[in-house]
């Protein structure tokens, strides 16, 4: 089935560390997201990416790190310079290189930083 | 600036009841899209339907419908005889639109409603 993997479900990390999040899609969309979510909040765009080998920063990208090396992958590299990396990140494609149109997301990945 | 606000942040009903979901928005551009998305427990967000700034036409999809009012900012989602499956978090969401490649494309979405819907 085409859809959008994130890996891992569930991520605990030591304060100065680094930690890499996967997201892989199948679905042969453009365009690539991740989104960060608190409790209670809505979605922030953390970097997103209109094509391969190519990314914007979104709302909040200090502390975070990304790449596009390939259409299918956009993993998000948490950095120890993010201050309060503990919360729910959502990876999301998008057929169009816009986002006019509809965003499909992955299940998410939670971290947290002990 | 663009903003969503969704006033109701939970919502208890009993099965079978309708509840309103309210999202008010504001935003300085004629052409926008505004979305509505379901996250249910297990985490990703769904998307329920997508609505362009020149079409204020009501839709209907089964016990869902919306209803999109320029003159108040305003674009309702309406879930008729509620069932358990229907607990989630419900954004609201708005875009501009984009044409050219390099500007900024995000969504700006509001912070959700938890609906929970009891037996």
């Known amino acids: 089935d085409g859809g959008i993997t994130q890996s891992p479900k569930y991520l605990f990390r030591k304060e100065g560390q680094n930690v890499t999040l996967s997201c892989e899609q199948n679905l042969n969309h453009d365009a690539m997201y991740w989104y960060r979510q608190d409790p209670g909040q809505g979605l922030r765009l953390i970097y997103y990416s209109q094509i391969v080998n190519d990314f914007q920063k979104g709302d909040i990208a200090e502390g975070y790190s990304v790449s596009r090396e390939k259409k299918e992958s956009f993993p998000l590299t948490v950095t120890s310079a993010q201050k309060n990396p503990t919360a729910f990140y959502l990876c999301?494609?998008?057929?169009?290189?816009?986002?006019?149109?509809?965003?499909?997301f992955g299940e998410g990945s939670r971290l947290t930083v002990l | 600036a663009q903003k969503v606000t969704q006033a109701q942040t939970e919502i208890s009903v009993v099965e079978k009841e309708d509840v309103t979901l309210d999202c008010v928005y504001e935003?300085?551009?004629?052409?926008?899209?505004l979305f509505w998305y379901k996250q249910p427990p297990s985490g990703e967000l769904v998307f329920l339907i997508r609505?362009?700034?020149?079409?204020?036409q009501n839709e209907i999809s089964g016990r869902y419908s919306w209803n999109f009012q320029k003159s108040t900012s305003s674009f309702n989602f309406t879930i008729t005889a509620s069932q358990v499956v229907d607990s989630a978090v419900y954004f609201c969401a708005l875009s501009d639109l984009i044409f050219l490649r390099g500007s900024q494309g995000n969504l700006i979405f509001g912070k959700g409603t938890k609906l929970s819907v009891k037996p």
């Open positions: 935003t300085r551009d004629t052409t926008y899209y």
């Open positions: 999301a494609s998008n057929p169009r290189a816009d986002v006019t149109g509809e965003l499909f």
């Open positions: 609505r362009n700034s020149f079409d204020e």
